[in-house]
């Protein structure tokens, strides 16, 4: 499957989870986010939010960053930083970067709520009309980023604090995964998607992903708190990822699957790595997983229904000489004690050799509930435990009959 597990238990816990919770960005999406417009708002002009957004985003080494700064120059922006201009990454707590000017000025960009919060916290006003343009964006499936900015100090305006407008980043949903979130949930497995955008974007991309449910403006410590919260409920939980910040997640997660295009904080929280960076491919680890607990409950409800079968087969035969009453319980009418206690090693010596091949190769199964594949274990291997002794081992005793 292309995968590295640093565990056998991390493969045969992949078949027993109960909720998948996935990273959108590079695990749900290619995370390849790029900028494909600029929606102003107010009075701020589009030349205005270019030039401030391709400020803000000089530094941005992540491909949203540098979408940005492409459509910017694309669109005729010719801004520079000055050489005692400051930039500010993004973090994960704030969600917000920006550039600190020299003479007091900020510029930031980043998820609204974030917005909101520093131009109100600097006395300026959030619009509705910003939220307007944020939602008819989120409902698109883009994840709306807001600029604004903060004016310096001795500026006349009487609001310091303004937001500039929205940057619509538009991503790619990976192909085939709503068919492979489908088959998931047939296995009884809820998947959850958590991550940073708005609850609009985050409503969009399950939607159109097949996705159960989705937890939106997530932090690491709100993803770390859903595991902990789903295992003490009693259910076991994968998260897939692939950041610094699902770090935490992965390492507390009954099975971390860390993808390969990730950060090696991420690989090593995890204890599985997937080498090709699907998310669908945690579909396979759950089949393989299912396919060894199935596997090994087959042989296990095969072998005491064969060993039950076995002794009601020979233990009349071998007694009813010593205790007549016995008789009663020969149905097989076996040749003679002898040849009944020697059918049974010779049907011995033949069967466990045959269940080898069936064990290394696994139990076919099909996308169904717990319960159903317990079900079918019981009526085609217990049953079937059942039976094939007594018309084996009376095959192999009249073959016996005649040598004997």
Excluded: C, W
């Excluded at 690989?267 to 090994?296: C, H, W, Y």
């Amino acid at each position: 499957a292309n995968l590295v597990a640093k565990s056998g238990k991390a493969v045969e816990v992949a078949g027993n989870i109960d909720t998948l919770l996935l990273d959108k960005t590079g695990t749900v999406t290619y995370g390849d986010r790029h900028a494909t417009d600029f929606r102003p708002v107010g009075e701020a002009t589009e030349t205005r939010l270019r030039d401030a957004a391709l400020l803000a985003s000089l530094a941005d080494p992540t491909p949203e960053g540098k979408s940005i700064v492409a459509l910017a120059r694309e669109r005729g922006a010719s801004a520079a930083a000055g050489v005692d201009d400051r930039f500010m990454p993004f973090s994960a707590r704030t969600r917000l970067s920006g550039i600190d000017r020299p003479d007091g000025g900020r510029i930031r960009k980043g998820a609204p709520d974030a917005i909101r919060r520093f131009v109100t916290e600097n006395g300026g006003i959030y619009p509705e009309e910003t939220t307007r343009v944020v939602e008819e964006v989120a409902r698109g499936g883009a994840t709306p980023l807001v600029v604004a900015e903060l004016l310096p100090a001795d500026d006349s305006a009487a609001d310091r604090g303004r937001v500039l407008g929205v940057v619509p980043l538009a991503d790619i949903i990976k192909p085939g995964i709503k068919a492979r979130f489908a088959r998931l949930r047939a296995f009884g497995v809820r998947t959850v998607l958590i991550t940073g955008d708005n609850a609009l974007t985050a409503a969009a991309i399950a939607a159109e992903a097949g996705l159960d449910d989705y937890v939106a403006e997530a932090t690491p410590e709100q993803k770390l708190e859903l595991i902990r919260r789903e295992q003490a409920e009693g259910r076991l939980v994968a998260m897939m990822g692939d950041g610094t910040n699902d770090a935490p997640a992965l390492a507390q997660a009954d099975l971390g699957l860390a993808m390969n295009s990730g950060t090696q904080a991420a690989k090593e929280a995890g204890n599985m790595v997937d080498l090709d960076s699907d998310p669908t491919k945690l579909l396979e680890v759950v089949e393989i997983g299912k396919q060894l607990l199935v596997t090994r409950g087959a042989l296990t409800t095969f072998s005491l229904a064969n060993d039950v079968a076995k002794y009601f087969a020979i233990l009349p035969a071998v007694f009813v000489a010593g205790m007549p009453a016995m008789a009663a319980l020969d149905l097989m009418q076996l040749h003679s004690p002898a040849s009944a206690v020697l059918a049974a090693v010779i049907f011995n010596a033949l069967v466990i050799p045959l269940l080898i091949p069936f064990a290394l190769r696994g139990v076919r199964i099909r996308p169904s509930s717990a319960d159903a594949l317990l079900r079918r274990n019981l009526a085609i291997y217990g049953l079937g435990g059942l039976l094939l002794p007594f018309v084996a081992i009376k095959g192999i005793d009249l073959g016996l009959s005649l040598v004997m």
